[in-house]
C-alpha cells in the first residue's frame, strides 16, 4: 500500500449506522440530562432556593384544589339528602303534630320523615356539641321540636316547594332548607375553582419566570463555553440542550417539593380534620391530592420548567 | 480551497477592515497572513468562519459561497474548519482530554469512537499523559497545543489559526509550526495568521501582506519546513517526510 493510500484510507471518515446514530444520541441526551442535575447539585444553596421558590408558588394552587375537593364530598353527599326541617311552636299540641304527619305522608314529594322531640333534640345537641352541663344547667329546654323531611328528590325547587307548602300552616314555627347552605356551598365551590384556575394560570407564570431566570443566570456564567462551542460548530440546539434540561429538573423537582410540602401538610391536618368530618358522619374522610392531579402536578411543572428556560434561551442564546 | 473574491469588510462605526482583498488558497497549501495589527488578519479569519459578515465581493470555500449558506447550516460548515485561537479558547471546567473531546460530541460520535480520535489527536501534540489534567495547570505551549488538538480532532480540511504563538517564545512557537506543516503534509489546507515575521520569514511559505485592510504583498517562496528551522530530533524526522496533498479527503 502506498503512502498516499494509507493517508487516504486512515482520513475515510466513519460512517454510522442510523441505529448507532438513534443509539449515540440517546446516550447523548441521557449524559445531557445527568450533567443538568449534577449541575443543580454543585450549586446547591442557589437551586434550593430556585427549588423551593417554585415549590411554593406550585403548592399555594394544589392546596386550593385540595380544599376544594374535601368541600365538593359534602356537596355530593348532601345533595342526595334533600332535606328539609320544619321546627315546630314550642307550645304546639299533639294533634297539630300528627295532622302535619299525616299531610307529609300523603304528599308525593316526601319521601321520608322523622319527628325529633324537643327532648330529643336537647339530647342530641348535647351529644353532638359536648355542651351537656350546659344544656342540663338551663331550667327550660330551649330547643324547638322538629320534623326533618326528606324529598323525594335532589332538586331545589322541591325544597322550595316544601318549603311554602308547610310554612305558616298551624303548630309550623318556621320552614328550613337545608338546601339553602347547600345552595351557599356551590356557589362557595365553584367560586373556588375559578380562583384555583385563577391561580393556576398566576402562578405557572410565576413558574416560568423563576425557571426563566435561574437559566438566565446559568447561561451568563457559561458565556465562555457557549462562545467556545458555537465557534466550533455546535448547532444553537445542541447549546441549548443542557439548558433545556436544566429547566426540567428545576420543574420536576420544584414539583415533587410541592407535593411532599402539601402531603406533610395533610399529615399535620389529618388528625383534626377527621374529628370534625366525623360529626358529619363516616362516610367523610380527609382526602389528599390523588394520582391524577399528583400526576398533573409533576408533569405539569416538569413542562413549564421546560417552557420557561425556553423562553430564556431563545432571548439569550441569540446574542452569540 | 479557499478562494476571496474582492472582498470588503466595514465595520459598524465605519471602520474598513479589509478592502477589496482577493487571493486563492489551494487544496492542501500553507499560508501565513501577516501585517501589524490591525491590519485585517483577524477579520480575514473570521469573515472565513462566518464569524463576520463581508460587505462586499465573495468568498467561496471548497467551491460554495459561503455567504449564501443558510443560518442554519453555518454550525455544520464550521465543522469542517479547525481552528486554533491566540488565547486557545479552552474551558478550564473540564479535562484536557474532554476539551479535545468536544468536537467530537457536537457532532454526535460514539464514545468509543470518540475516544480513541481523542487519544489519537493527543498523541499527535505530544500532550497524551496529560489528558487527565485540567489544561489551567497546562503551561502556555501545552495549552496551545490542546487548542491544536481540539482543532485538529474531527479531521478538518482547513485549518485556520489566529496568532497561535502570539503568547509563546520563539523556541516553542518553532515547536508549533513543526506541528502545522505536519498537518499540511496530510493535505490539510493551512491559513496562519501571524506578525511573527522573523519566524514566518524562515518558513518559506507562501506569505499573504496586510496593511491598513488591503493585500499589498503575495509571495510564493521555495519551501524550507519549520523541521529545519527548529531543528529538533522529532521535527527532522518528519521534514524528511514528503507533502502528501492527494492524500486528504474532499
Given at each position: 500500500m502506498t503512502a498516499a493510500a494509507k493517508t487516504r484510507r486512515n482520513n475515510t471518515k466513519i460512517r454510522l449506522s442510523t441505529r448507532q446514530h438513534a443509539v449515540a444520541w440517546l446516550s447523548l441526551h441521557r449524559e445531557c440530562a445527568m450533567a443538568a442535575l449534577r449541575r443543580l447539585w454543585q450549586q446547591p444553596a442557589s437551586s434550593a432556593m430556585t427549588l423551593a421558590v417554585i415549590a411554593i408558588a406550585l403548592l399555594l394552587p394544589a392546596l386550593l384544589y385540595v380544599t376544594g375537593k374535601n368541600l365538593s364530598q359534602f356537596d355530593n353527599g348532601l345533595a342526595q339528602a334533600n332535606l328539609v326541617t320544619v321546627y315546630l311552636q314550642a307550645d304546639v299540641d299533639e294533634a297539630s303534630i300528627e295532622e302535619l304527619q299525616r299531610q307529609m305522608a300523603a304528599h308525593?314529594?316526601?319521601?321520608s320523615t322523622r319527628y325529633i322531640s324537643a327532648a330529643q333534640a336537647a339530647t342530641d345537641f348535647a351529644q353532638w356539641s359536648g355542651l351537656g352541663d350546659v344544656v342540663g344547667s338551663?331550667?327550660?329546654?330551649?330547643l324547638p321540636a322538629s320534623i326533618v323531611i326528606q324529598a323525594s328528590d335532589a332538586r331545589y325547587e322541591t325544597a322550595v316547594q316544601l318549603q311554602e307548602t308547610f310554612n305558616g300552616l298551624p303548630g309550623v314555627d318556621f320552614v328550613q332548607m337545608d338546601q339553602l347552605w347547600l345552595q351557599r356551598l356551590d356557589s362557595f365551590l365553584s367560586l373556588a375553582q375559578r380562583a384555583v384556575v385563577a391561580l393556576i394560570v398566576v402562578l405557572s407564570l410565576a413558574v416560568l419566570f423563576i425557571t426563566g431566570n435561574s437559566i438566565r443566570t446559568s447561561i451568563a456564567s457559561r458565556e465562555a463555553e457557549i462562545r467556545v462551542m458555537n465557534l466550533i460548530g455546535a448547532t444553537n440546539g445542541f447549546i441549548a440542550r443542557p439548558f433545556l434540561y436544566s429547566g426540567i429538573w428545576y420543574g420536576l423537582l420544584g414539583g415533587a417539593l410541592a407535593w411532599i410540602l402539601l402531603a406533610l401538610l395533610m399529615l399535620v391536618l389529618r388528625g383534626p380534620a377527621t374529628e370534625l368530618l366525623a360529626y358529619y358522619g363516616h362516610q367523610y374522610q380527609l382526602q389528599g391530592l390523588g394520582a391524577n392531579a399528583s400526576f398533573a402536578l409533576l408533569g405539569g411543572s416538569a413542562v413549564l420548567g421546560w417552557l420557561g428556560a425556553r423562553l430564556s434561551v431563545s432571548r439569550h442564546l441569540t446574542r452569540f | 480551497m479557499i478562494r476571496f473574491d474582492d472582498v470588503s469588510k466595514r465595520y459598524q462605526g465605519g471602520h474598513e477592515a479589509l478592502k477589496q482583498v482577493s487571493f486563492e488558497l489551494e487544496k492542501g497549501e500553507m499560508a501565513f497572513i501577516t501585517g501589524r495589527?490591525?491590519?485585517?488578519k483577524s477579520t480575514l479569519l473570521k469573515l472565513i468562519m462566518l464569524i463576520e459578515q463581508l460587505n462586499q465581493g465573495q468568498i467561496l470555500v471548497s467551491g460554495r459561497n459561503i455567504n449564501r449558506l443558510p443560518r442554519r447550516q453555518i454550525p455544520y460548515y464550521r465543522r469542517r474548519i479547525g481552528v486554533v485561537f491566540?488565547?486557545?479558547?479552552?474551558?478550564?471546567?473540564?479535562?484536557v482530554f474532554d476539551n479535545v473531546m468536544l468536537p467530537l460530541q457536537i457532532e454526535g460520535y460514539d464514545r468509543h469512537e470518540a475516544a480513541r480520535r481523542v487519544r489519537a489527536a493527543l498523541d499527535k501534540v505530544g500532550l497524551l499523559d496529560k489528558e487527565?489534567?485540567?489544561?489551567?495547570?497546562?503551561?502556555g505551549g501545552e495549552q496551545q497545543r490542546v487548542g491544536i488538538a481540539r482543532a485538529v480532532v474531527n479531521r478538518p480540511q482547513i485549518l485556520l489559526a489566529d496568532e497561535p504563538t502570539g503568547n509563546l517564545d520563539p523556541e516553542l512557537a518553532a515547536e508549533i509550526m513543526v506541528l502545522f506543516e505536519q498537518f499540511n503534509q496530510v493535505g490539510v489546507c493551512m491559513l496562519i495568521a501571524s506578525h511573527d515575521l522573523s519566524l514566518i520569514t524562515r518558513l518559506k511559505h507562501r506569505m499573504l501582506t496586510l496593511n491598513q485592510g488591503r493585500l499589498i504583498k503575495d509571495e510564493h517562496q521555495p519551501s524550507r519546513t519549520a523541521a529545519a528551522v527548529a531543528g529538533t530530533s522529532f521535527a527532522s524526522q518528519t521534514a524528511s517526510r514528503p507533502a502528501s496533498p492527494t492524500g486528504h479527503r474532499t
Open positions: 308525593e314529594r316526601i319521601s338551663l331550667a327550660d329546654n330551649p | 495589527s490591525g491590519a485585517g491566540q488565547d486557545h479558547q479552552l474551558l478550564f471546567d473540564r479535562s487527565k489534567l485540567n489544561p489551567i495547570t497546562l503551561s
